[in-house]
């Protein structure tokens, strides 16, 4: 994850010396820079861009309102990077770089950027997990592992041209990358099916596999069906697109956990609650807490919210407690209003029913 900390805003809507993820640090220039924007003044004012570990990745100032060339600080960091050559050894950090801003930033703040840069689609959720990417960054920078990329950071800082270009083999693969990103696997399956592949790039081929439907072809480089109906369950795809895969792998390979799976898939919750023996997973424990919360067992839901480090699995039965008990509190009031009084209970009536669709929002927000 990044952060950002600003220092010399003369504005107070920018928190200076604050610790800052990057998503906020984006949404909070964007709403100043609008701000600053209709008001017609404008303001500068530094920042610095940080690793967890507090290491400093780039620094630079931004400017709001009229006299500001970027909507938020997304598309600055975004440009100038992208604009910065690199020898060939940093190129895999400075793609690392690009990727994290890009998955950090929420989606409707990449839009709208006053310069026309070639980027990757804003619109398109990439099927690759960001593991899988820095993988693929190592094998375009010429041999540097992704694991790399966290030991050295001030290679960004300050950095002019006078580097190298990329070499012909590199740049098949951050061509291979960039297609995959758009959700075109082939030509990285290309490139990775006749290597001698690395135990992390066996791992990557069968992601790219199954992003390209070819469960089969995934399955005959793990021969671990569980593993391939656990990676089937976390693709992005729709509830009915997911279902059908998960069922015909489920035809030919039978496990517990692709029972389970299906049965969230179906809402089955009664299945879902009863059923033990399966591997684990972050989703699974959610899907779990979620069945016993269907079934009003809020009890069992606590418990199983113990087993998982996720906070928005307790937010979830937090936020339904809140609204069952505002759900009992109006309904109590029903009873008590006057039957003759038709638009007192009409108005209770409506609220109890927006708080019932607030509660099925909560419970189908997996």
């Known amino acids: 994850m990044l952060f950002v900390r600003f220092t010399d805003v003369p504005d107070t809507r920018i928190p200076n010396y604050e610790r800052l993820t990057f998503a906020e640090a984006v949404v909070a220039t964007h709403d100043l820079h609008q701000a600053r924007s209709e008001e017609g003044t404008s303001c500068s004012g530094d920042f610095r861009l940080f690793d967890q570990k507090d290491e400093l990745l780039y620094r630079g100032t931004f ?3 009229t006299e500001g060339t ?3 600080l997304y598309h600055q960091v975004k440009d100038r990077v992208q604009r910065i050559r690199t020898k060939k050894e940093d190129n895999a950090k400075k793609m690392w770089l690009l990727d994290e801003i890009e998955s ?6 990449k839009h709208h950027s006053v310069r026309s840069n070639p980027i990757v689609s804003s619109t398109y959720q990439s099927r690759l997990t960001q593991l899988q990417r820095r993988l693929i960054y190592g094998a375009a920078a010429a041999g540097i592992f992704f694991t790399s990329l966290f030991t050295a950071t001030q290679w960004f800082i300050d950095k002019e041209a006078h580097a190298e270009q990329v070499t012909g083999t590199e740049q098949r693969w951050l061509d291979a990358y960039e297609q995959a990103l758009q959700g075109e696997e082939s030509s990285l399956i290309q490139l990775l099916e006749p290597k001698d592949r690395s135990e992390e790039e066996n791992a990557l081929l069968v992601d790219l596999y199954l992003a390209e439907g070819e469960d089969q072809k995934a399955l005959e480089l793990t021969d671990d069906p569980i593993l391939i109906e656990t990676k089937l369950a976390g693709l992005n795809l729709s509830d009915k697109e997911k279902l059908e895969r998960l069922q015909d792998f489920q035809a030919s390979h039978p496990t517990n956990e692709g029972a389970f799976d299906i049965a969230v898939l179906k809402r089955d919750h009664e299945t879902v609650a009863k059923t033990d023996d399966v591997e684990w997973t972050a989703p699974r424990i959610s899907a779990k807490v979620t069945a016993y919360l269907f079934l009003v067992d809020i009890e069992s839901a606590n418990e199983w919210a113990s087993k998982t480090n996720d906070p928005a ?5 937090d936020n339904y407690q809140g609204i069952m008990a505002a759900i009992d509190g109006l309904n109590e009031k029903l009873k008590k209003t006057s039957s003759k009084d038709t638009s007192a209970r009409e108005k209770i009536q409506a609220a109890i029913a927006a708080e019932e669709v607030e509660l ?6 997996d």
Do not use: A, M, R
Not at 360 to 365: E, G, K, N, V
């Open 63 to 65: 400017t709001f309102g």
């Open 70 to 72: 970027y909507p938020n």
């Open 104 to 109: 950090e930033t929420p989606e409707d703040y």
């Open 313 to 317: 699995v307790q937010v979830k039965i």
């Open 360 to 365: 099925q929002t909560i419970l189908y927000s």
